[in-house]
């Protein structure tokens, strides 16, 4: 006959009517009957006991109960000394009847002397059972504990015992599980994956603690049912538990509520520990003026961080306008956190290896977000309404981005902030390397911020309707890389803002190309004096202005750049306020001015300009010069036709015979658009622009 082998069974839910299942429960039906062994496992890898392992179990009950179980009926005969001893004929228990005299032996082993011998016994069986469960270990005896309180009455009495817990409390329904019994001096009780007992030898240990699965919150007491059922104690208790190298795992779709002040956030002091979500939100109630600060996690020098999974992070401050000194709305109609003291969803400090998986999100607190002194962060996720303090308290505005960092070195970000009071990402000062790549609508100040000393960045930021600008580079930054791209809603607001306050700080090396659109010019610079205190930096600029007045490039204190600027639509391609020594490629269109400078030496200028745009006969013209003054003193400006000619360098059209058909006149002629060129006979036959 063949010899079929038992199928590897499936995980589908009970009952399942995969004939997989179906024949490997018919083996496990013939096992648990047959098998000589205690246990069996089934197809979702528990262990049962089989009808052996439960006989067993009930005749370790009577050595340890009151009774003293003498030997099956079968083989005797047995003599009987004392009232409490017990013998067993098929499968019942029986002990002496009170009106036997003692000493007394059977008559046999068979069921005929059965026959006779009966008469002098009672059944018992059940109860010794009862005797047994009255006991202060009664629950031994079943296996089963209600409540993990539970655990602490319960004396093991021996290494190895085990018991299952129903639930961590009366009504929780959850925190229960299977325990061991090990020695004490293993393992330290912190009542939720390890409980003491009633002797002091031994504590209860988690089964799936031991099997290296996650801890969970619900082992100490959580319910994960958010501000109905505040989790503050349980989850700290947790977190006081931990143990290097642990990994939490919350609950699918629960929420842990903090309902107490700062002095109570959740502290992680250990190393390499792993907070993962399954739909989860960690959340913390809103912070009243007497609180001081909020915070939901706080991470404190440590190696090795990660807060994963799909994770949500509440800090629940309420949603507003954000406000000025004197109450003005700074972006009216836009919505950002408001809180009376300094709130944060996480604060990470003076630790390494910090990630923030791509799943994680967070909302509503003053920053989403503080790192300082830490080192390899990368942060990654979605994240929005960062916030203000308020009401103010002195002249600071106390706006709050998603995430700030602070002395700290190799950040990598790649996240999207929106409805930031302050910006996406903020590099106040003293950070070094790294990558920082962020999308943001709807901030008030930016979608980045490089405020000092901050060196060695590549940025990719893609930034919509922020009201200063798109992303701002401050004192002493550089070696600053990457793209900016930026939809502005305020004429005010550059797509790339550089600002430099102390002379002794200048910005350097910075490399940016520049996509802008919108009522916003592409590129500021501003410098509080006037000198050499932004140089040395590339800027590639595609501009496209909606607005009819100033500049798509706006420069003070500008020297030694490298600067493209290709100008679609705007009053003017190039303000240079103050500056020298530096190269322009200049490429406006039709409609665009070309320059105002004053004052300005030494910049060389190429410019290719477009006299019909779009125009299937368009021709392009380019102008080539260095200008050393503007029209003939340092002291003229002018928005003039001729203002972006060379002093005492006129251009002879018969220079250029690549000018195809270009017109000429002795004054503008009404044919040729604002931006074109035309050759003036009665200037020597210089080619001029017409600006206006």
Not at 127 to 142: F, K, N, T
Request: hydrophobic fraction near 35%; glycine fraction near 10%.
């Amino acid at each position: 006959m063949a010899d079929y082998k038992i199928p590897t069974p499936t995980h589908k839910p009970v009952p399942s009517a995969d004939i997989r299942d179906v024949v490997f429960a018919g083996a496990k039906v013939d096992e648990w009957v047959t098998s000589p062994g205690y246990t069996y496992t089934d197809r979702f890898g528990k262990q049962h006991l089989t009808a052996e392992g439960i006989n067993n179990q009930f005749q370790q009950f009577l050595l340890n109960s009151g009774y003293e179980f003498l030997a099956d009926y079968a083989d005797g005969p047995i003599t009987f000394t004392s009232r409490n001893q017990i013998t067993a004929y098929n499968g019942e228990y029986y002990r002496p009847k009170a009106s036997v005299s003692l000493p007394y032996t059977t008559t046999g082993n068979t069921v005929a002397t059965w026959s006779t011998d009966k008469d002098n016994f009672v059944v018992v069986g059940d109860a010794a059972l009862r005797q047994e469960l009255a006991a202060d270990d009664g629950e031994i005896v079943i296996g089963r504990i209600g409540y993990c309180s539970g655990l602490v009455a319960t004396d093991p009495k021996a290494e190895g015992k085990k018991v299952t817990v129903i639930e961590f409390e009366k009504g929780s329904y959850t925190g229960g599980g299977e325990f061991i019994s090990k020695l004490s001096t293993q393992f330290t009780a912190d009542s939720g994956k390890v409980f003491a007992s009633a002797n002091s030898a031994y504590v209860w240990v988690r089964i799936e603690y031991l099997a290296g699965q996650p801890i969970q919150p619900e082992w100490y007491g959580c319910r994960g049912l958010g501000s109905a059922y505040p989790d503050t104690a349980s989850f700290m208790k947790m977190i006081s538990g931990l143990e290097d190298n642990d990994t939490v795992l919350l609950g699918m779709g629960r929420e842990y509520y903090n309902d107490d002040p700062y002095n109570t956030r959740w502290a992680i002091t250990k190393n390499n520990i792993s907070i993962v979500g399954q739909g989860s939100t960690l959340s913390r109630r809103t912070m009243l003026s007497s609180d001081g600060f909020g915070i939901i996690l706080d991470v404190q020098s440590v190696t090795k961080f990660y807060l994963g999974g799909r994770l949500h992070l509440a800090g629940n401050d309420p949603l507003s306008e954000i406000y000025n000194t004197s109450g003005v709305s700074l972006n009216s109609g836009v919505s950002y956190s408001n809180s009376p003291v300094q709130t944060f969803c996480i604060r990470i400090e003076n630790s390494s290896d910090v990630v923030i998986g791509d799943g994680v999100t967070g909302e509503r607190a003053t920053y989403i977000g503080y790192i300082n002194g830490c080192t390899r962060v990368s942060i990654k996720g979605s994240y929005r309404y960062s916030g203000q303090v308020y009401p103010l308290t002195g002249s600071d505005l106390s706006l709050g981005s998603a995430f700030k960092f602070n002395n700290s070195t190799e950040i990598n970000t790649d996240i999207t902030a929106d409805n930031c009071a302050y910006s996406g990402v903020e590099l106040e000062g003293y950070n070094y390397n790294g990558t920082i790549k962020v999308r943001s609508k709807n901030n008030y100040h930016a979608a980045a911020h490089l405020f000092t000393r901050n060196a060695n960045f590549t940025v990719d930021v893609s930034a919509e309707d922020c009201v200063v600008s798109g992303i701002f580079i401050g004192n002493l930054s550089r070696v600053i890389t990457g793209k900016v791209s930026f939809r502005s809603i305020n004429t005010s607001a550059p797509a790339v803002f550089i600002q430099c306050t102390d002379t002794t700080m200048p910005v350097t090396d910075v490399s940016l190309d520049i996509v802008s659109y919108g009522q916003g010019t592409a590129l500021t610079t501003y410098a509080t004096t006037i000198g050499k205190y932004i140089y040395n930096n590339k800027f590639n600029v595609i501009s496209e202005r909606t607005a009819t007045t100033g500049s798509h490039v706006a420069l003070t204190s500008a020297y030694y750049n490298e600067i493209s600027i290709r100008a679609i639509g705007g009053a003017r391609c190039l303000t240079l306020s103050s500056g020298n020594f530096n190269d322009f490629i200049l490429k406006p269109t039709y409609g665009v001015g070309t320059v105002y400078q004053s004052p300005g030496w030494y910049n060389n200028f190429d410019i290719t300009s477009m006299t019909s745009e779009g125009a299937s006969t368009a021709t392009r013209y380019v102008l080539r010069y260095e200008q050393a003054i503007v029209e003939g003193s340092p002291s003229v400006t002018s928005n003039s036709p001729e203002s972006m000619l060379a002093y005492n360098s006129k251009k002879d059209y018969a220079t250029y015979p690549s000018y195809p058909n270009i017109a000429h006149a002795t004054a503008i002629p009404t044919a040729v658009p604002v931006g074109g060129l035309w050759v003036d006979t009665d200037d020597d036959n210089t080619v001029k622009w017409r600006a206006s």
